[in-house]
């Protein structure tokens, strides 16, 4: 079993920066491509970022390119997207993934507030 543990979320005004972290533990994460998503009230679950654990071949959603940033540490399995010129529609709960042999796993989602 994978365990995904997201921090750094919280509240800033727009044009203000944070940094999110993913730590994945557990059993032997061997993580194929680890990711972010984000669900805003009422609105269906996106998708941010991602990177390919191999080599850190990036992925971005059109939304958040040239502002956010996905970055990875193998060494402890931890995922990091820094999220700058922070808009007030980028208010939501950011989630972090994880793919593996198949498998899918999930973080418990970090809120991310942007005030106008």
């Known amino acids: 079993q994978v365990q995904l543990v997201e921090s750094g979320g919280g509240s800033v005004q727009a044009g203000g920066s944070l940094r999110l972290s993913c730590a994945a533990s557990?059993?032997?994460?061997?993580?194929?491509?680890m990711g972010w998503f984000r669900q805003a009230p009422g609105k269906e679950r996106e998708f941010v970022a991602r990177?390919?654990?191999?080599?850190?071949?990036?992925t971005y959603a059109d939304s958040i390119k040239g502002r956010f940033t996905i970055s990875r540490d193998n060494a402890k399995n931890t995922v990091y997207l820094q999220m700058n010129s922070l808009k007030p529609e980028d208010t939501a709960v950011y989630y972090c993934?994880?793919?593996?042999?198949?498998?899918?796993?999930w973080g418990q989602g970090t809120q991310v507030t942007v005030s106008s």
């Open positions: 993934n994880l793919l593996s042999t198949g498998l899918v796993y």
């Open positions: 557990g059993r032997s994460p061997s993580p194929y491509q």
């Open positions: 990177i390919r654990w191999s080599d850190g071949t990036t």
